[in-house]
């Protein structure tokens, strides 16, 4: 037989608390106290005869092995875990992990509509807030996810492109009434960020070539669906996502003072493992996701790519 393998329960142990970068909550999770995951680092150290962790003040941190065994188990453990699922009667279950304003704005309806095809399998949906969008499949518990990205994904992802993102400025038909024409008047106005870094706004104007200055000003909000909402409320003026405000452009509630769209050169993906045994049931989904995107209203609008 060959060399001794560490036992299971302390190699679980020391990839939680490697995830965390605490020895507390990985005894949280796992429901055991402090001291058992301190044994079990100990006994793995021992084992290889290598520090895993080291600790400078209270900060505690991998050592160059503590991170390579820490990578490697998470893959493995992932392998684990995808295989237990095989088996399990939730198998035909995917469980999707998507952008909160994605999801009130375009998701929910197109499911709805999914779920009642009667498709192969049963979508349970998790709508998070991400200022920026990620997921590790290998720590969270999600079999799929859509994700605002430019398309560059790790080797072992699989990715489906739903929709690019295209920005406009967006307010309502009485806030539009008070600006001045042009640039200058939009810049007069009261800007509206959906994102602390203000990012929206300042790939919009530096795509159109004009000043950036003020953009310090304005309110601040968590989501693209809160800018959205002041915006309509007359509160000022937001860059928001063209499709993510097809609904209310269309119905006039929201209106573009300067209606030129900027493409920012990232998109919505759905994304997931290519060794989950989901694939093939991720991928459908993908397919009808696809097929009930929204063509983008051409009427008045220019597209210019960033």
């Not at 959906?194 to 968590?222: K, P, T, V």
């Not at 209606?259 to 493992?273: M, N, R």
Request: charged share 20%; with cysteine.
């Amino acid at each position: 037989m060959s060399e001794r393998i560490p036992a299971l329960q302390a190699l679980r142990a020391f990839e939680v608390a490697a995830r965390y970068g605490s020895f507390t909550r990985a005894a949280q999770e796992l429901a055991l106290t402090q001291g058992a995951i301190s044994h079990h680092i100990k006994t793995l150290e021992g084992l290889f005869d290598c520090a895993l962790f080291e600790r400078r003040g209270p900060k505690l941190s991998l050592t160059a092995s503590g991170r390579v065994l820490a990578q490697e188990l998470k893959v493995g453990f992932k392998i684990i875990d995808n295989a237990c699922a095989l088996l399990k009667k939730e198998r035909n279950s995917i469980r999707l992990k998507a952008p909160s304003t994605l999801t009130t704005r375009w998701l929910l309806g197109v499911l709805d509509g999914y779920r009642q095809s009667g498709p192969p399998s049963h979508v349970q949906l998790s709508s998070v807030w991400m200022d920026i969008d990620s997921v590790d499949f290998y720590s969270e518990p999600y079999d799929a996810a859509i994700l605002l990205a430019d398309g560059r994904f790790a080797a072992d992802i699989d990715s489906l492109k739903l929709f690019e993102e295209w920005l406009l400025p967006v307010c309502s038909p009485d806030y539009q009434r008070t600006l001045a024409h042009g640039l200058a008047g939009l810049q007069g106005g009261e800007y509206l960020h959906c994102s602390a870094d203000r990012r929206d706004w300042r790939r919009w104007l530096a795509r159109l070539g004009a000043s950036q200055a003020g953009l310090e000003r304005g309110q601040l909000f968590d989501t693209l669906d809160q800018g959205m909402s002041a915006a309509q409320q007359g509160a000022g003026i937001a860059v928001v996502d063209l499709l993510l405000a097809r609904t209310e452009l269309d119905a006039g509630r929201l209106v573009a003072p300067i209606p030129q769209a900027v493409a920012t050169g990232e998109g919505y993906y759905l994304t997931w493992l290519k060794s989950s045994p989901q694939a093939r049931q991720i991928q459908v989904l993908g397919e009808y996701l696809q097929a009930r995107v929204q063509q983008l209203p051409a009427q008045g609008v220019d597209y210019l790519y960033d």
